[in-house]
């Protein structure tokens, strides 16, 4: 396995992790990222760094921002972000991991890249839930403004430092498991 393999294996996680607090926003910087010639993708994903691609992911990302500072429409969103952040993950995954066999390379694009995206989204979707039930959706904003967040910089990070990403991401997931501790413990 060589450097470049394991960088963009780093990419790839990294951008899954970004797509499971916004499908649309990773997969735009992907696109960026791509337009610009600053990450290139595999042969039969070159279609990313299209103009069409980066005009159709820029105006979803947009959209999708904004639709979830609207309260109830956000949970009506998280809804169904659960089962399309694991295909924009593993998409993520597919487009960015190079040299390996056909085989490997399926198999990290849905273990790492759509499974780190599904955990991500569906812990996004119960803060959320939770907001709504806490603040009757006053606070959901707050919690849209934090995701988005998370994933620009995420998203950023990952294709200018994927090694770094992919330090955030277990960092993510061991603030994920201390939370749910704390609400196992909480709730028995």
């Given at each position: 396995?060589?450097?470049?393999?394991?960088?963009?294996?780093?990419?790839?996680?990294?951008?899954?992790?970004?797509?499971?607090?916004?499908?649309?926003?990773?997969?735009?910087?992907?696109?960026?990222?791509?337009?610009?010639?600053?990450?290139?993708?595999?042969?039969?994903?070159?279609?990313?760094?299209?103009?069409?691609?980066?005009?159709?992911?820029?105006?979803?990302?947009?959209?999708?921002?904004?639709?979830?500072?609207?309260?109830?429409?956000?949970?009506?969103?998280?809804?169904?972000?659960?089962?399309?952040?694991?295909?924009?993950?593993?998409?993520?995954?597919?487009?960015?991991?190079?040299?390996?066999?056909?085989?490997?390379?399926?198999?990290?694009?849905i273990?790492?890249?759509?499974?780190?995206?599904?955990?991500?989204?569906g812990?996004?979707?119960?803060?959320?839930?939770?907001?709504?039930a806490?603040?009757?959706?006053?606070?959901?904003?707050?919690?849209?403004?934090?995701?988005?967040?998370?994933?620009?910089?995420?998203?950023?990070?990952?294709?200018?430092?994927?090694?770094?990403?992919?330090?955030?991401?277990?960092?993510?997931?061991?603030?994920?498991?201390?939370?749910?501790?704390?609400?196992?413990?909480?709730?028995?």
């Amino acid at each position: 396995m060589t450097i470049e393999t394991v960088i963009s294996v780093c990419l790839g996680i990294g951008l899954a992790a970004s797509v499971g607090f916004r499908v649309f926003l990773p997969l735009f910087a992907l696109s960026l990222a791509a337009y610009f010639d600053a990450w290139q993708l595999n042969e039969s994903w070159q279609w990313i760094g299209s103009t069409t691609a980066l005009i159709t992911l820029g105006v979803a990302t947009v959209v999708e921002i904004f639709a979830y500072f609207i309260p109830y429409i956000d949970n009506l969103l998280d809804s169904v972000s659960v089962p399309l952040a694991a295909l924009a993950g593993t998409a993520v995954m597919l487009s960015t991991v190079s040299d390996l066999s056909p085989v490997i390379t399926w198999a990290l694009a849905i273990i790492a890249g759509g499974g780190t995206a599904a955990a991500i989204s569906g812990t996004a979707t119960t803060a959320r839930l939770a907001s709504t039930a806490t603040t009757g959706g006053l606070g959901n904003p707050v919690v849209s403004s934090i995701e988005s967040g998370t994933a620009l910089i995420m998203s950023v990070i990952s294709i200018f430092l994927p090694i770094v990403a992919i330090v955030l991401v277990a960092i993510i997931f061991y603030i994920i498991y201390k939370m749910y501790k704390k609400f196992k413990l909480n709730k028995t």
